[in-house]
């Protein structure tokens, strides 16, 4: 991910809501994808924890519908296997409050 999904234009969109499959599916089309899933022997990357992020960052969005524009995640840094996932920055814009 990253600046190498950038350089790629190795990206997937999502419209909302969202489910595991569909976001399983999203992160498996990308061709960066194995090197999450133990490309020559590295080790895997904890894609579950990248689902449950994705997810959770969509029912964020959801809970704030009446408000939410737009909403971004760059980079989510996906750990090794069973260590997690961690949103190195994200951008959210909402609209105020009426």
């Known amino acids: 991910g990253g600046t190498d999904a950038e350089l790629l234009r190795d990206t997937a969109t999502l419209l909302l809501p969202v489910s595991h499959a569909s976001i399983s599916a999203a992160l498996r089309s ?3 994808f194995p ?3 133990g ?3 590295r080790a895997k990357g904890d894609v579950d924890a990248a689902i ?3 997810q959770k960052f969509a029912a964020f969005a959801i809970a704030n519908e009446d ?5 971004e995640i760059n980079p989510l840094i ?3 296997q069973g260590q997690g996932a961690v949103a190195v920055d994200a951008v959210m814009r909402l609209a105020e409050n009426r």
């Open 30 to 32: 990308l061709r960066l």
């Open 35 to 37: 090197l999450l899933d």
């Open 39 to 41: 490309w020559r022997g």
């Open 52 to 54: 449950e992020a994705i």
């Open 67 to 71: 408000r939410f524009i737009e909403a």
């Open 78 to 80: 996906v750990c090794p």
